[in-house]
């Protein structure tokens, strides 16, 4: 193995290696900064040049680009409410009211330095999996698939704040909305309208940046005239990004909740970093003294939600590596640029390429450092846009979120599905119905649907095996205590409010 | 009976019927592809048609909902206050022009056109910044979609472009 690390870190720690991680980097920023359009893209764009290049130099452009693209997703989400990738989607929530007060600086300062150590985090467990990798993903099966997703459904109940009713028919219609188009158990098409552009659903881009970048734009336009930062922002030195780095520090646990559900998370084949994102969201504001601080510029809202989806690339790269099955849509891409290089992942890689699957480890680490590095410096220039005039700002929102929709897969229709969930975002904040649980609820829709299905086809119809397996009702226990926090809680502030009313 | 609030009710009611409307679609399939959709969506039709009834009743809500950590308290109207009247229709519309744009004439055009509009009529900005700004914007995204990406922007059916 040492040798593998030294064959590694001397093509690694060279000129032109440390070049391609730096190149791929500032492509996986710029792309991961631009909605709809973020890292698979970026690598997709980078499988053509490739081909014929040296396969460990063209590792370390492509995990360049991984590692660069989240944190650039993480400045357009916090500084304009526009996730550049979805995976940066639940970073909209605290990261923009956190711009809107002024503390655009400290907000980026978190997601660099917790995207930064996320992934160190995430690639650590990763060379210390390696060896058991393969018994940690056996054990996860579709019932315990199905109870982790259950219980990310369940935060729908905590992440209601103040309205559950209004909580619950967003979540509802969330879950619905993931049901259109092909059933993933039976192959039927449904709620298609007699389109066919509805036979593979609602796609996930044009509804994330419809329902956050257009309702805000819509918000900002009819909203009083002024900047984002309409409090003013706080110049320091260095933007606030210091301000940013030691909050990290100070909520330590949060920081390390994030990255091991992000890392646990990307183990799970095919779930990828939207459901990190989300599920580590949703557990820190379960486990928060003050969830009611939550969405309104809470600095952990930020931490969990970008350590989760740093730390998944780690996470990810276990079953990509170990069995060939992707862990998310980027490793998906990872594998194709594995096979046009002649490489064949798997058991074999392990044996016969380990100075390689080093190399992935390194160059994410080394990718990441540089991200977060480049951010820190440009904090203080990147929070000047939340000072620049709206007048200026909405159009170029809406004008990037249509050409990023529309350069996503070249679709005109996106574009319409884009403004139409704008509306639709709108028209819930302006009547009080909140936008988390409905996204939450399209995420995990259908992947709880077909977990669900899985499980009973394993099991013969029955449903003792949601309990019957030891992770699996552990699972299905936590998310029966979290479900019933609220009552008890309420319970709870009912009793102290009659005991303040006795005289 | 008074309304609570007539754009409240009305967005529910819209809710009720987007989720009726699936649900009544839902007895089309098969058993196995209905099943998760009713299981989901009978609730949350139940849950809207509640909350359309909460509009003339306000007093329901407080009985059956719970309001988590009491923090109902701190809400307020989110967005409502600050909006200027008719703005929201002019902007609405806006949006759909711009898409109706992008459909008949392309990107090529449709943004530039745009962005004049915007900043021209709802920036309130000067013909000179305006123009500037049309031309800055337009050509930096030219630059990141066309040239730095490769990327074909849509042409327009009118010129040509297919969907």
Redesign the interface.
């Known amino acids: 193995m040492f040798e593998a690390i030294i064959a590694a870190l001397s093509v690694l720690i060279s000129f032109k290696g440390i070049l391609f991680v730096f190149l791929g980097c500032v492509w996986g920023l ?2 991961g900064a ?1 909605p709809g ?1 973020g890292g698979p ?1 970026g690598l997709i ?1 980078l499988l053509p040049l490739t081909f014929g290049m040296d396969p460990m130099l063209a590792m370390l452009l492509y995990v360049g680009v991984m590692g660069g693209s989240p944190f650039g997703g993480s400045i357009s989400a916090i500084l304009l409410n526009v996730p550049g990738t979805p995976i940066n989607a639940a970073t909209c929530f605290d990261g923009y009211p956190m711009a809107r007060k002024g503390e655009a600086g400290k907000a980026l300062g978190i997601s660099a330095t917790a995207s930064c150590m996320g992934a160190l985090f995430g690639l650590t467990i990763l060379a210390a999996l390696l060896p058991v990798a393969r018994a940690i993903i056996l054990a996860f099966t579709p019932p315990e698939f199905f109870m982790i997703v259950l219980f990310g459904l369940a935060t729908v ?2 992440t ?7 909580g ?2 967003a979540g ?2 969330g ?2 909305l993931s ?1 259109v188009g092909y ?1 993933g ?2 192959g ?1 098409v ?2 298609s309208l007699g389109t066919e552009y509805l036979w593979d659903g609602i796609e996930l881009v044009p509804l994330f940046i419809g329902i956050f970048a ?1 309702s805000e734009a ?2 900002l ?4 005239r002024g900047t984002i930062a309409d409090q003013g922002i706080a110049l320091t030195k260095l933007g606030g990004a210091w301000l940013g780095f030691k909050e990290v520090f100070r909520r330590k646990w949060c920081f390390l909740r994030g990255s091991a559900i992000g890392t646990i998370i990307g183990i799970i084949p095919g779930v990828g970093g939207t459901v990190a994102n989300f599920i580590s969201y949703t557990v820190t504001v379960q486990l928060s003294k003050h ?2 601080t939550f969405g309104r510029g809470n600095p952990e809202g930020v931490l969990a939600s970008e350590s989760a989806n740093n730390a998944k690339d780690g996470g990810a790269l276990v079953p990509t590596i170990v069995f060939g099955i992707p862990g998310s849509l980027e490793m998906a891409i990872l594998l194709g640029a594995f096979i046009l290089h002649g490489l064949v992942p798997g058991p074999a890689m392990l044996q016969d390429h380990l100075d390689l699957v080093w190399i992935l480890i390194l160059g994410l680490a080394l990718s990441n450092i540089i991200a977060s590095s480049l951010g820190f410096f440009l904090i203080k220039i990147l929070v000047r846009i939340t000072t620049v ?1 709206l ?2 700002i ?3 929102i ?3 979120s ?2 990023g929709v ?2 996503m897969r ?1 679709e ?2 996106d ?2 599905v884009t ?1 139409i969930f ?2 639709v975002g ?8 909140p936008l988390v649980p409905l996204v939450i609820g399209y995420v995990l ?1 259908a992947i ?2 077909k977990a ?2 899985q499980s009973l086809m394993v099991a013969d119809g029955s449903y003792s095996i949601f309990v019957n397996r030891p992770i699996a009702a552990t699972l299905l226990i936590v998310t029966l205590l979290s479900l019933s926090v ?2 008890l ?2 319970k709870r ?1 009912s009793k102290g409010d009659e005991h303040n009313e006795t005289p | 009976m008074k309304l609570h ?1 007539k ?2 009710f009305l ?2 009611l ?2 009720l019927l ?2 009726l409307a ?1 649900v009544l ?2 007895f089309n ?2 058993q ?2 209905r099943l ?2 009713l299981i ?2 009978i ?2 039709l139940l ?2 048609a ?2 359309v009834l ?1 509009q003339f009743y306000p007093g329901l ?1 407080h009985r ?9 308290r ?2 307020g ?4 206050e ?3 009247k008719g ?2 229709l002019f ?2 519309f806006l ?2 022009f ?2 109706a744009l ?2 008949l004439l392309g ?1 090529l055009i449709a ?1 530039p056109l ?2 004049l509009t ?2 021209r009529i ?4 000067s013909w000179a910044k305006s123009i500037i ?1 049309t031309g800055v ?1 337009s050509g930096l ?1 030219y630059l ?2 066309a040239v ?7 042409e327009g059916l009118l010129l040509g472009g297919r ?1």
Not at chain 1, 426 to 433: A, C, D, E, V
Not at chain 2, 148 to 154: N, W
Request: with cysteine.
């Open positions: 710029i792309l631009l359009v893209t764009l109940v905590i209601s704040r103040g309205n559950m009713i209004k619950f028919i509802g219609i879950i619905l049901f059933c158990v039976t039927d449904r709620y257009i819509l918000h336009s009819v909203g009083k969830p009611e005039n007048a200026y909405v159009p170029v809406v004008v990037l249509f050409t529309f350069a070249t005109v229709w574009i319409l403004a704008g509306l709108y028209g819930m904040r302006r009547h009080g119905f829709g709880a649907e669900f299905h609220p009552f809680l309420s502030t | 609030s754009g409240t967005f529910t819209l809710l987007f989720t699936v679609m839902s399939y098969g196995k592809t998760m959709p989901v969506g609730p949350t849950l809207a509640f909350l909460v809500q059956f909902d719970i309001d988590v950590f009491s923090v109902g701190l809400r109207a989110d967005i409502g600050q909006t200027r703005s929201l902007h609405t949006l759909f711009f898409f992008v459909l990107f943004t745009y962005l915007f900043f709802s920036g309130r900005q700004a914007v995204l990141l979609f730095l990406m490769g990327l074909r922007l849509f969907i």
